[in-house]
Structure formats: C-alpha cells, structure tokens
C-alpha cells in the first residue's frame, strides 16, 4: 500500500495505541475541537489508526490535532494525502524559518521536481506577462 493512502492513520498511530504515549481513552479525553467543542469518540479514534474511513470534516480535524497534540496543518496535510490523494509541497522549498510567504502547491503524490517546474513558473509570473523570447 502507498505510504499516502494512510498518511493521517500513520500519524494517529504514531502517538495513539499501545506502547505509544497516548492510550485510546486519553486520545478521546483530548480530542476535542477548541471552536466548536466536537469530541471524537472512542471508536473514532480506533476507526482511524486502524485505517478504516471516518467522515471527515474540519471540526474532526481540529479534534484529532488537539487529541494527538500536533499543528492542525499536519493533520490536514495527512487527511488531504489519505482521503483525497493529492499531495501538498511548497515548490521554492522555502526555509520554515523564513519571513516570506510560503506558497503550497497541490499535486499527484509522488510528483517530482520537474513535474512541479510548470507550478513555479507561474507562480515567478503572477502577472501573467508574455515569456520573454
């Protein structure tokens, strides 16, 4: 199986089970959305580090972020890979660190630097002028 096809389970898994830091019982103690107060159950929670499809939505996103205590971006980034299969990477590799924007592509997971050229160029173009020749 493709490492994308289960992104957001592997990620769940690395925290959540046995011999993990959290059990089932305290991931859905935490997994609570911090907008809306949506809690995850427990079947939930072992629906999705066992792989199984759970119905996504942001309020469960943000729930299993605060459940599993990581950035709300990683969890979307895993779910976008596992639900949708399409991968999301920042084509100028810009340093985390950095004060500029960070521009996201999405594209076909596994896409290689060459395929993802096109995306840069316009993006180096945002005005759409004409190539120079």
């Known amino acids: 199986m493709p490492d994308h096809e289960d992104a957001l389970t592997r990620l769940v898994q690395e925290h959540v089970g046995r011999g993990r830091r959290l059990t089932f019982r305290a991931f859905e103690e935490q997994a609570v959305d911090p907008l809306t107060g949506r809690r995850i159950s427990k079947s939930t929670a072992e629906n999705v580090a066992r792989g199984h499809q759970i119905k996504v939505t942001p309020e469960v996103l943000r729930a299993i972020a605060a459940g599993i205590g990581v950035d709300l971006g990683r969890v979307r980034v895993a779910a976008i890979r596992q639900y949708i299969g399409i991968e999301v990477t920042d084509p100028f590799d810009t340093d985390p660190g950095a004060d500029d924007a960070v521009v996201r ?7 290689s630097s060459e395929e993802l050229a096109a995306a840069r160029v316009v993006l180096d173009n945002p005005e759409g002028e004409p190539d120079a020749q």
């Open 105 to 111: 592509v999405a594209h076909e997971v596994g896409a």
